[in-house]
């Protein structure tokens, strides 16, 4: 975990070179820029609203406390380094929500994105559709239980995901 979080890192302070060093291989990141913040931002919301007519709750497979999608289409989002969204897993109504809390131009200082033939190093099957990783101005409020977040308890981390989705009467599988 620690080193995922130090590759994290490494991606952001080196994002305005285009490229990142992870162990003698280069793993392209784009940054985009503050002047075309508010367009690929106005391109998502796009995306991730016109992806929810493809979102059926008998797609998903819930494994060992997580929950995917088995026609996979959504990419990984993580916010401020600490909230990770996978759109795909959750209900149309969470996604909008979402997308009017989360991906306000005005509130995002920077998004660096790593293309999807790039990531299963990085983020394995949660990152497989591609990684947007969005850093918001400070001092921005916004709710980041919207995409139906779940919130890690413990000391150690506070921060959460959306992968826990799984509703009354679903089955787990433990593996």
Not at 86 to 110: C, M, P, Q, T, Y
Not at 134 to 159: E, Q, S, T
């Amino acid at each position: 975990m620690k080193n995922t979080v130090l590759v994290f890192f490494t991606i952001l302070l080196n994002s305005n070179l285009g490229f990142t060093q992870l162990e003698n291989s280069i793993i392209p990141s784009k940054s985009i820029e503050e002047g075309n913040i508010r367009p690929f931002i106005d391109s998502l919301k796009q995306k991730v609203l016109s992806d929810t007519i493809q979102f059926n709750r008998k797609d998903l497979i819930h494994i060992n406390g997580r929950t995917k999608n088995r026609n996979h289409y959504s990419m990984l989002i993580t916010v401020n380094m600490k909230y990770s969204y996978r759109l795909d897993i959750v209900e149309g109504h969470l996604v909008n929500e979402f997308a009017n809390e989360i991906l306000k131009g005005e509130n995002i200082k920077s998004i660096n994105y790593i293309k999807k033939e790039h990531v299963p190093i990085l983020g394995g099957f949660m990152a497989k559709g591609g990684w947007i990783l969005i850093n918001l101005k400070p001092k921005v409020k916004v709710d980041f239980a919207v995409g139906g977040l779940k919130y890690h308890k413990g000391k150690k981390r506070k921060g959460g995901n959306n992968f826990l989705q799984r509703k009354k009467g679903e089955l787990m599988i433990r593996t």
